[in-house]
């Protein structure tokens, strides 16, 4: 069974940095492709990133230059290295497997991780 | 970037009731289109991909159609699960952006 653990969520000033991790079961987090998702609360769903197996990332023009996704192959986890953060990036995290055999999908979504950007 | 439009925002129904989601792209996305619910704290849930290929345990309740810039998702008999906020999603081109969510509501 796919399983999806975010964690590192919390409360940060303007400015800092957070790191976010996705531990995953079920499955190899570096032979598929992996992605970010954040909500804003009250808002709508944003993809932050996605990460190829090949390890060639993409990023949201609103996270690109701050935010660098990252793998763990030892530890099986993905990871979100957020710096530069803005009251703006105050959202749920998700971590989410990309389905790429046929349509692309995001496939599995874990519960997040809420991260808070605040003085 | 590529936009999508959800119509209503917002939907009021009963159980039972048979009820269609609007989603408009601001340019062709062929069938790069899925839908999805969320529920209250919940992570999203996939419903539906490739504009109407039903996720494995998905009811047969729900389906979709469209191609191109316009596409529907219908659900044919509401049940008291489905009462959530519905996302479209293209994955044609990056970003993949999302509609901006239809409230379903009892």
């Known amino acids: 069974e796919v399983q999806l653990v975010e964690s590192g969520g919390g409360v940060i000033q303007p400015g800092g940095s957070l790191r976010l991790s996705c531990a995953a079961s079920?499955?190899?987090?570096?032979?598929?492709?992996m992605s970010w998702f954040r909500q804003a609360p009250g808002k709508g769903l944003e993809w932050v990133s996605n990460?190829?197996?090949?390890?060639?990332?993409h990023y949201a023009d609103s996270v690109k230059g701050r935010f660098t996704t990252s793998r763990d192959i030892s530890k099986n986890t993905l990871s979100l290295q957020m710096n530069s953060l803005r009251a703006e990036d105050t959202a749920v995290y998700y971590c989410v497997t990309l389905k790429t055999s046929g349509t692309w999908r995001y496939e599995y979504w874990g519960q997040g991780t809420l991260v808070t950007v605040s003085s | 970037d590529i936009q999508l439009t959800q119509s209503p925002s917002f939907l009021s129904a009963s159980v039972g009731d048979r009820v269609t989601i609007t989603c408009r792209a601001s340019?062709?996305?062929?069938?790069?289109l899925a839908w999805y619910h969320q529920k209250p704290g919940k992570a999203p849930k996939l419903l539906i991909y490739e504009t109407s290929t039903l996720q494995s345990g998905v009811p047969s309740r729900f389906s979709g159609s469209g191609s191109g810039t316009e596409f529907t998702l219908t659900i044919s008999s509401l049940q008291p699960e489905d009462f959530a906020t519905y996302y479209c999603q293209q994955v044609k081109s990056y970003p993949h952006h999302f509609g901006q969510g239809t409230k379903l509501e009892i």
């Open positions: 340019q062709g996305i062929d069938k790069f």
């Open positions: 079920g499955f190899t987090v570096s032979s598929n492709y």
């Open positions: 990460i190829y197996t090949s390890g060639d990332t």
